[in-house]
């Protein structure tokens, strides 16, 4: 295969995948493991990837097939724990705060520690996570009917025990955001984020910066609506696209 074939072909692998490692890449080309670390390298050069730890991940704005949950655990994690830890320093003792799904938020759940904090979420990770912890916080899940590729649970019982709640804080996340557009892969679980969100006082939307400037099927939430964006600093141009519409915390 000639380089030029080869480059084209792990594009197109990157693209059907959205994220792939570089183990995977070297077995569908045959080829060895620097030699796809360096051509990864001269494709984002070229800008047509980008490079994750331990492989690459698509350019492509829309995004047809929502990740697996596996997959997003390993996508930018360094930059999803930089992120976890800003919104950390957010939450007091004594609050009422919402959890939603997501890797980002499940690693924020994950150095929680508060002697007095009452926590409601519709994610089982995030659930399993702060059930375990000492101290005491209160953790409530949501029932209703649970999406596999993201634990999260949505639906009528979940949103009709969320309409009666109230949070100091909600934290959440989401798979793409646009000008003033906040989108997620499905209609239910947008509607399930979005009454949470009403009903917070204070909302901290938790993304890292592969997700700005890309779109997804269900816009559910304004980025005028939330009270600060919590993101990743090393990406100037897309903390630059935020704050146009809400303050940005970096």
Known sequence: ????????????????KRVIKVNDIVDRLGVSDMTVRRDLTELEKAGRLKRVHGGAQTLNVYRPEELSH??????NKSEKKEIAQKALKLIQEDET???????????LAEIMNFENLRVVTNCLPVFQTLRQKKGNIKVYLLGGEMRELTKAFFGEITNKALQDMHFHRAFFSSNAVKGNEIMTATIEEGQTQAIALDNSVNRYLLIDSSKVEKEDFYTYYNLSDVTAVVMNQDDYDMYQKVEKEVQVIV
Request: aromatic share 4%; proline share 3%; charged share 25%.
């Open 1 to 16: 295969m000639l380089k030029e074939e080869r480059l084209d072909a792990i594009v197109t692998l990157v693209d059907q």
């Open 70 to 75: 596996a997959d997003k655990q390993i996508i």
């Open 97 to 107: 705060i919402y959890l939603g799904p997501g890797t980002t938020i499940e690693l």
